[in-house]
């Protein structure tokens, strides 16, 4: 049996050691409802609290702006429908760009059936949002600016800080979907003038099935959930400590090796961009080369079908992705590198490879010899690179 290479860090993380070791009690022994009054239910309720201080200093948040949620998608539709609910009388018109992840997307369309209006501003050919058409769009009736901080499918970062400035300047609320950046890169809430932000745990080698979303002191939005008086009656719902305690852990971990793990991630990035675009004709890099994940390189290979790339991969082995794992199965292209402006025929050959630091050179090395092959093997059976090579060959004669 082959060995397995994973490089698709972007879809979700191994469980960490360390943190499958701080969620078993939780399990098995201190099982307690954090919202029990007696005192054997004080352990868990302990650990929530601690929990949520380490997840709010990652972001130099306040403790008591964390809501606990079920994920990434969660938080991204609370964000969005208890804002629109909550700040309807002030306005209806929200804006967005047109690479958010689908959590974002379908959930601004919902709104739209709603009544709302939604304006989904343009990036650049690199994935960055255009910032002075993001201005511009904003009117009396911007309740919401929702701009992901860095892209799950080409690695592009926003920029925050500037997108924060202009929100602020207009009296405009800022959310950003961090669930690719939170605890890959910095994120000050408070230098950013982010006023709401999701994560989520399975992104940074946490347990899946948990996340936050950060909510600044002020912001009057409503809950998603209703019943129970969890979370300060924003999000009822029995608490998943094992999960809290295991995002908890797994965050104390990102953060502690972020610099470290980022450098060395994005040396091995560079090492795997620059032997594709150097070995591999015919291949365009998606994402800004340098503002971007350190460990996301996403590539278009011409004249192949990225379903078939990736299948022969995990025949040998190698998991991959062609774009985000919540669009797997879709027969259309990557509304993302659609919207960097790149044709249907070029979008259908793409392949995202996400990195870990626990990813080896030797990996890589292996990775780019089985994937010259396999690229080579498809075009040789494809009728368009046939034509391609035969008129390539006409204009040399």
């Known amino acids: 049996m082959k060995k397995q290479i994973y490089l698709d860090n972007a879809a979700t993380t191994r469980v960490y050691p360390e943190v499958a070791e701080a969620m078993l009690p939780f399990l098995t022994e201190n099982y307690g409802n954090p919202a029990s009054v007696y005192s054997f239910a004080d352990t868990a309720k302990e650990a929530v609290d601690q929990a949520r201080r380490v997840l709010a200093e990652g972001i130099h948040a306040r403790p008591e702006e964390i809501y606990f949620t079920g994920g990434g998608s969660e938080s991204d539709n609370w964000a969005l429908k ?3 609910e909550a700040y309807r009388n002030k306005g209806m018109h929200i804006i967005t760009t047109k690479i958010e992840h689908h959590a974002i997307l379908h959930t601004a369309e919902y709104l739209e059936r709603q009544g709302f209006e939604v304006t989904y501003v343009d990036v650049d050919e690199s ?7 993001l201005e511009a769009a904003i009117r009396p009736d911007t309740i919401l600016i929702s701009v992901m901080a860095a892209n799950n499918e080409i690695g592009t970062i926003q920029p925050l800080e500037e997108i924060g400035r202009i929100a602020k300047a207009h009296g405009v609320l800022f959310h950003t979907d961090a669930v690719q950046a939170y605890g890959h890169l910095p994120i000050d809430v408070e230098k950013m003038n982010i006023d709401m ?10 347990p899946k099935g948990i996340g ?8 009057k939005i409503r809950s998603l959930i209703h019943g129970g008086a969890q979370e300060r009656n924003r999000r009822a719902g029995t608490l998943n400590v094992p999960g809290i305690v295991g995002f908890g852990k797994a965050a104390v971990l990102a953060f502690d090796r ?10 091995l990035r560079d090492y795997l961009i ?13 994402g800004d080369p340098v503002q971007r994940l350190p460990n996301n390189a996403n590539f278009c290979f011409r004249f192949i079908e990225g379903e078939s790339l990736l299948i022969l991969l995990d025949q040998n082995g190698i998991c991959g992705s062609s774009g985000s794992a919540c669009t797997s199965g879709s027969l259309d292209p990557s509304h993302v590198l659609l919207a960097i402006g790149l044709p249907h025929e070029i979008a259908h050959g793409s392949l995202r490879l996400t990195l870990s630091e626990e990813t080896t050179r030797e990996e890589i090395d292996f990775t780019l010899e089985q994937l010259k092959k396999i690229l080579q093997r498809l075009r040789d059976m494809s009728p368009l690179y046939e034509d391609f090579i035969k008129k390539q060959d006409v204009k040399k004669d």
């Open 82 to 84: 208890a804002t629109a």
């Open 127 to 133: 994935g960055v949002v255009r910032l002075e058409e």
């Open 197 to 206: 932000l999701s994560a989520s745990g399975h992104k940074v080698n946490g």
């Open 212 to 219: 936050i979303l950060y909510i600044r002191k002020g912001v």
């Open 258 to 267: 972020m610099e470290e793990r980022a450098a060395y991630e994005t040396e």
């Open 274 to 286: 620059t032997r594709v675009m150097n070995e591999i004709p015919y291949t365009r890099l998606n």
